[in-house]
Structures are given as C-alpha cells and as structure tokens.
C-alpha cells in the first residue's frame, strides 16, 4: 500500500523540519523535504498523477518561490484535500507573525506553528497529529474498516446509513456483492439475490441484512429495551447535540443515573460540521464529530447511558416521574433535559425531496463529500454550518456554489468563514436567489435557480440544504409552553399563569416541573456550540435541585422508591 506524502517547503530550517519529521512519521507516511515552490509543485502533480495521497503541506513562513501563503495557496490547488502548516522559524517570528495571523484568517492555511525545537516538541507534533487526523478521517480511505457495507446500488438507505456511519467516527467501505470482501460477508448470511441488499458486517455486533439506521445503532449502542424492568434514571437527556453531552457529562460525573437518547446520531447538527473554529480551547479548530464523540466516551467513562437513532415519541407524566416512549419502549425518569435541538426546514421542492439520499441532502452529509469530487455542487444556507459545509466541499468538488437568499453572508455568518470562503478560488456566492425546481434520472443531475433576473437552469451532482431551523419538539407534550416559533420557553420567559405561587420556574425549567430545556430547542437561547454546551452543563444543578425537593417530598417512602 501506498503511504501518504508529506511535502514540506524549507530553506533555513530545512535541517530541523527533516530530522523532526522523519522521526516521527516516516513509519506510516512518506516525508519529503524540498527547498523551494516550483520543486514542491512539480512533486504535487506527479505524486496527484500517481494516485498517492498527500496527507500534509509544511511551508516555512519565506521560501525562495513565495511566502508560505502563496505557496500553500498553489499546491492546494493541486491537492486540495491536503492539511497546511505554516512554520515560523525563531528569527522571523517577530517580523512575520502578523502577516501569518492574516493569511490563516484568510484561509491560506490550518494551523502556523514555530519551528521545531527538537525531537520532542510536543506542541508541534500535537499540531501535526491532529491535521493528520482530521485528513484521515475526511480524506483518506480507511485502513481498516470497523463496519463492511455489501450493496451494488445506490438507495436513499444505504446514504442515510453511510452518513450515520460518518457522523459516529466509524470507518466504514462499501463492497459489491461479486468482490472478495463481499462474498466474506455474505458467507455468513442467507439472502435470496441482490433484493436482500445491503448487508453489513458490524464486527463482532452481527451481520444485518437490509437494516435500517436505527437497527445499525441498537447493534452498536444497544437498545432501550436493554435497561432493566423498573429502572428509574435520575435524569433522562433527550438530545445529543452539544447541549445534551455537556448535560451527560456532567450528570454522570456528579453521580447521576444518565440515559441519553438521540432521534439521530449523536453530536445533533454540530456533530455534522467539517470543522469548527470558534469552540473554546481548540486553536486548530475540531470537527464536529470529534467533539462530539470525545463528548460521548467522556460521559460514558462516567457512566452515561447513550442510545442513538432512536426518536422519543411523547412524554407522560405519572406521579413524580416522567415517562419517554422510545421505539415502542418505556424509559422512566425523575428529571427530563430536553436538548433536541432545531430540524433543518424543507426545501418544498418536490422533485427534489424524491432525490434525498440520492444527491439532494439536509445537512452537511460529510460522508457524501468524497463522492463530490471534480463535480459541481450547491450548498443552500447562509449560516456557519453552511459556510462549513461549502469549505469542507471545496477540498473535491470542481466549484461549490452557496445559494442564499439575502444578498450576502456578512449578516448571518461569523467572519472567519466569510473570509474564507472569499478567499477560496473554488467557491461562489450567489446572492437574493432560491432553488425552485430540480430532477435526474434516478440521481440529481440539475437544479433551478431563481434570482433578481428570473430563472436559471443549471447543472450539478449535489445539492446540501442548510436553510435554518424549526424546533424539534413535535413530541415535547403541550403541557410544557413554548413561543409563537415553537421554541420552549423556560424561567422567567414563562407566561406569569403558569408560575407557581407566584414564583417563576427555574432558570432553564419549563412549565412543567422536573422537565429542562437547553440549547437551540430554548426559546432565546444564542444558538452557538458554546452556549449551548454551557446550558446543558447549567441544567444540572438544576435538576440536583429538583431531586432534593422529590426526596423531602416522598421522605417517608421506600427508600428505593425515591430519588438518590
């Protein structure tokens, strides 16, 4: 098998950047050291014409050939998947380091680092890692897959759980029936022809003929109908988007039973962003999967209990417990955080709502990315997830075009993005237009586009809709009040008539007693990964205060029959 490249730019510090690279990398990748921009560029093309991936980009900040930003800049162009870092050596760092802050701002390049200062500079290497990391995860193929996929067709399924795979950090690939990895499969099972397609290999979880996700998620996660006959969980988080694994986490740490529930996979909209550059305590930035599943393993460590893909279907009452219905099964609890966060809105175009799965998809769909390459595509939406979704495109697609209804990006999305994607020779905005019709033959193959100069038809493969939110709360009981959008309301936002005796609810408690809302689903909430996390951490002592008010209240019952 072919090692990946990485290629780095060097003149002063070429002798460090080599010793420090080839130590420690060149087991997995091949490391290449060239001294100026026209040499680097030359190797880009042969290795891109060979078929070998590149992994990594290294530029000094000054090469004979440009600055890091120029250079970096031109290879992309030739191996836009690649991960680029600036390095600064000591004696420019002064001179130079403004001009670096401005290119990365402008999406020159992912990270600027100094020099490295020997063969144990950790801060440089955990910089290395995690942009090696985050290409073998977007870019690379696996080297070994965790789940096998036997399917000879494409079907809006088979999308929805290959995108569900992406979003959970699971490596997975797709074999045809006829292959040698696909007869391994399918020797275990009994299918009668290609009708029974797909089936997947989960590793030691079973082989699972036609699953649906929800299936592919019991396999993984388990099923709620695994919790034991009369458990009652301190607290039930329905959501696991950034406001409900920050609830988790700090539920389970603090010695709360926690179950988590998830109508999809876990890390909610968050968990489907390319990269996020804003979160606190990340300079490199994290893509939304990897918060979220270091979320995940952080509440389970504790003891949280997750089950994905899965929607709660109403909440009943029943004394001083909340009952959740799950897929057909009971889950009881003495304390609700609802933090199901917003659904994406329809396009309404039907011809296109017939193609999702099939080109047409709501949300980012990371995993469909790679099958965007030297395509066009359109990204509707003028939020960050969209700009994200449209950054993370441009590293295959031929051209990614943003279609937004205002007249620009400024007003709703965070200006490192808009910066960025200004930058990008690849990406177009196309301002005050719609999409209003589409079709394909069993695929997408056009949209129309719908604009100050009336309508336009025109090609693409792909077409991602981010186009704001509405509440996910269709199961959320009426008992629990909400504003004129549909957004909960909690505390003081409470309408006076619902007050107890005068006194508002608790911060972040609903009309209903034992039953929370935090993140997006809250009624002025900021929407934003960070308040979001803090609101779901927030809840908690919250609901310790609503346990204790449940323990004097039935102090004189079973002692097993009463909260902790």
Known sequence: MTRPLILAVAGVSAEAIRSVLEDRYSGDYEVLIVGDADTARAECVRRARAGQPVALLVCECVVPGGTAAQVLTALHQVVPTARRLCVLPASDFGRMVEEVRQAMLDGCYDAYLGVPRGPRDEEFHQAVSELLSDWGWSAARPVVDAVRIVADTDSAELARIR????????????????????????????????????????????????????????????????????????????????????????????????????????????????????????????????????????????????????????????????????????????????????????????????????????????????????????????????????????????????????????????????????????????????????????????????????AERVETSGLFLLLGASPHVDWVPDTVARDERGYLLTGRDVPKDHWREGIPPANLETTVPGIFAAGDVRAGSMKRVASASGEGASAIPLVHAHLAALRETLADSNPHGRPR
Not at 233 to 252: E, H, I, M, Q, S
Not at 317 to 330: I, L, N, S
Not at 383 to 402: C, E, M, P, W
Not at 408 to 420: F, I, K, N, P
Request: aromatic share 6%; with cysteine.
């Open 163 to 454: 995108d569900y795979l992406s979003r959970t950090g699971v490596p997975s690939s797709v074999y045809s029936s006829c292959s040698e990895q696909g007869q391994e499969v399918l020797a275990d099972v009994e299918i009668d022809g290609p009708a029974r397609l797909p089936v997947i290999d989960t590793f030691g979880r079973g082989t699972l003929v036609q699953p649906s996700v929800a299936d592919l998620a019991a396999a993984m996660y388990g099923a709620p109908s695994d919790i034991p006959e009369g458990t009652v969980a301190d607290v039930l988080v329905v959501g696991a988007g950034p406001a409900g694994l920050a609830a988790a986490v700090y539920a389970a740490s603090e010695g709360l039973s926690t179950v988590v529930v998830d109508a999809d996979a876990i890390g909610g909209q968050a968990g489907t962003s390319s990269m996020i550059r804003n979160y606190l305590g990340f300079p490199r930035g994290i893509s939304g999967m990897r918060l979220a599943q270091r979320a995940r393993m952080q509440a389970s460590r504790f003891g949280a209990r997750f089950f994905a893909a899965l929607p709660v279907t109403g909440i009943e009452p029943e004394g001083q417990h909340q009952h959740a219905w799950v897929g057909g099964t009971r889950i009881c609890a003495w304390s609700v955080i609802i933090a199901s966060g917003v659904k994406y809105r329809r396009l309404g175009v039907a011809p296109l709502e017939e193609l999702v799965g099939l080109g047409v998809h709501y949300g980012a769909a990371t995993s469909a990315a790679q099958e965007m390459t030297g395509k066009h595509v359109h990204v509707v939406g003028g939020g960050n997830s969209a700009g994200q979704a449209a950054v993370h495109l441009a590293r295959y697609a031929a051209s990614v075009t943003i279609v937004v209804r205002r007249a620009g990006l400024a007003e709703t999305m965070s200006d490192y993005l808009v910066r960025e994607i200004r930058s990008n020779p690849l990406i177009t905005v196309r301002g005050s237009t719609e999409v209003t019709d589409g079709g394909g033959t069993g695929r997408l193959e056009w949209i129309e586009l719908t604009g100050p100069d009336g």
